[in-house]
């Protein structure tokens, strides 16, 4: 799949879901049908509604997906915090994984602001 044009927030949310995917493997076994696949489903829900979104016909729908993306933001937040709680994550790697999903949230948030603004304004 080619980027999202010129998209920023999907593209970090893309390597971010990447990281997750490589930092699971590390992950014990029993694990790979509860956290492992929380995390790795909630990480890449992130940027599948970014560009599903984008693919709808109107600026609402598209703010919805974006919605759900924040959402699925901070639940991946959390699936990290109890990895790292667990002691299958280093502190290293969470607070690198984190700080990249909260920069991520600061894209969104300002995306919709942009996106409420242009709906307001139509």
């Known amino acids: 799949m080619e980027k999202v044009g010129n998209l920023k927030v999907w593209e970090s ?12 493997k590390e992950f014990p076994d029993e694990e790979r049908f509860r956290l492992t696949d929380q995390l790795c489903r909630s990480a890449a829900s992130v940027p599948a509604n970014i560009i599903e979104g ?7 729908e598209y703010l ?3 919605y ?3 959402g699925s933001v901070a639940e991946t937040k959390y699936h990290l915090l109890l990895a790292k709680d667990l002691g299958y994550l280093k502190n290293f790697d969470y607070n690198r994984i984190v700080s990249g999903y909260d920069e991520v949230g600061r894209m969104l948030n300002g995306l919709i602001t942009s996106l409420k603004r242009k709906v307001a304004n139509a």
Do not use: E, S
């Not at 949310?13 to 699971?24: C, E, G, M, R, S």
């Not at 984008?54 to 609402?60: G, I, L, P």
């Open 13 to 24: 949310a893309h390597n971010l879901v990447l990281k997750i995917y490589k930092i699971t």
């Open 54 to 60: 984008r693919a709808r016909k109107t600026t609402k």
């Open 64 to 66: 919805q997906f974006l």
């Open 68 to 70: 759900t993306a924040r």
